[in-house]
C-alpha cells in the first residue's frame, strides 16, 4: 500500500522515516514547506504541494498534527479527492467527537477511519517502538496493521472509532499523575540532600521504578528540558481529559492541579520545554 503523511513536527518527522524505512511511503507534506522539502529530499518520496496533492497519491493517509479543528480541515479539503476504499489513520491526539466526525464525513465517500494516537515519546516515534491504540472497524486495521507496525511495536485495537482516543485520555491523565509523583518526591530527596543520581537508580530498580523516573529524572535534576514531550501540548490534551472526565461526572483533583501549573510555566516562557519542567515549580529553593 502507498502512504503519504501530513504533519511532520517532532513525532511525524521519525514516524515518516520508518514508513519510509519499511517502504511504505511515498508523499509527505507539512504546512512549513521547507520541512517538508527537506525531509521529502532525505527519503526519496515526494513532497506534496498540499494535501490534496498527497491524498490523490496514495492509500492511506496518515495524520499526525496538534489540534482538533486541524484534523477536521485537512478531512474536510481531502475528502473529496481521496479515492473509495482508502483509508485515513489520525495519530494525532484530539477529542473522541473530533475522530467520530472524520469518521462520518470519510464515510460518505466510501473511505475507511481510524484514530490511533500514540503513545512512547519522539524516543519511540525515532527507535518505532510505539504503543498505538486504535479506533474503529477491524477491517480497516487489518489493512493497515503492517504500516503501523513500521512505527510502533504494541498495537492494540480498542473499539469503536474514538475508543483510540479515550484510551490515550487515559494515558495522558495517567502521565499526568506520574509527573507529579516523580517531580514532588525528587524534591523531598533533593531537600534532604540525598545523592540524587543514586537516588534515581535505586528507585527506578524497586516499585516505584517508572518510564518517566527512569528517562527524565536524571536530566531534570540537571535542570534539562530539552522536549520529548512539549508541555504546552500536554496541556492541550488535558484540557480535553478533563471535559471528558466532567462529561462523566467525574472530578481527578491531579489533573486540575497539573493544568493549572503547566498555565504557570507556560506563563513563564516554559511551553516548549519538556514536561519534567514541573520540577522548576517542585524543586527546593
Known sequence: ???GLIGLGAMGAPMARNLAKAGFLTAVYNRTEAKAHRLAQELAVCCAPSPKDLAQRVDVVFLCV?????????????????KAGSIVVDMSTVGCETAQRAAALLAEQGVGFLDAPVSGGVEGAKNGTLSIMVGGEEKYLEQVEPLLAAMGDKIIHMGPVGA??????????????????????????????????QVVDVVSGGAAGNWFLAHRGKTMLQGVYEPGFKLALHHKDLKICQAM???????????????????????????DEDISALYRLKRPD
Open 1 to 3: 500500500m502507498k502512504a
Open 164 to 197: 483510540g482516543q479515550a484510551t490515550k485520555a487515559v494515558n495522558q491523565v495517567m502521565a499526568a499523575g506520574i509527573n507529579q509523583a516523580v517531580t514532588a518526591a525528587l524534591a523531598l530527596g533533593q531537600a534532604q540532600g540525598l545523592p540524587m543520581a
Open 245 to 271: 472526565a466532567t462529561a462523566q461526572g467525574l472530578s481527578i483533583d491531579f489533573l486540575d492541579q497539573t493544568l493549572t501549573d503547566y498555565q504557570q510555566l507556560m506563563a513563564e516562557g516554559y511551553g
Open 66 to 82: 496538534s489540534k482538533d479543528i486541524d484534523v477536521l480541515a485537512l478531512v474536510e479539503k481531502i475528502c473529496p479527492v481521496l
